[in-house]
């Protein structure tokens, strides 16, 4: 049937190269930065681990229902495992943007990012001006004293 033993060999380490490759391919599942997304199993998990924590964030809402929220722009894995510490699932995560309704406003060598739903508003993107961006993570941060009642002037306000 093969005349050459060379022959032989490149279609036995081609094949047991397709097979492992197949075997050992996770799912991929999208996440967009900054928004949480759910993940049902179909079995219980005891055990959820992610590769890089600061890329994804996984939080077991129940035995069977996961919530993943992107924290940073990458790719990472998530591996779940039963109380047999046998694999339920395996992901791998990619955290992206979402570009739906963003505007990027680029001048020379500086960049600012607006989401436009439906006016634009500054956003914190990563690689924005320096001052635009820390403007906005200030003006975000004195949101969220104020939210929580943790700001001086929400404080004499109230008085």
Known sequence: MFK????????????ALALAASEAKAEDMVVQYDQAQ????????????????????VTLKSTKLLVITGKTFGV????????????????????????SKVVTLTRGDTRNTYACVPQCEPVLKVGDEQKFYSDIATA????????????????QVGN
């Open 4 to 15: 050459s033993p060379i022959k032989l060999a490149v279609l036995v380490s081609t094949s």
């Open 140 to 155: 975000a941060q004195q949101k969220m004293k104020f939210s929580e009642g943790n700001d001086s002037q929400s404080q």
């Open 76 to 99: 990472t894995n998530l591996m779940i495992l039963n109380d047999e510490d046998k694999v339920v699932k395996e992901v791998r995560l990619l955290v992206r943007s979402d570009e």
């Open 38 to 57: 759910l993940l049902r199993l179909e079995q219980p998990a005891a055990n959820v681990i992610v590769g890089n924590p600061s890329i994804a964030d």
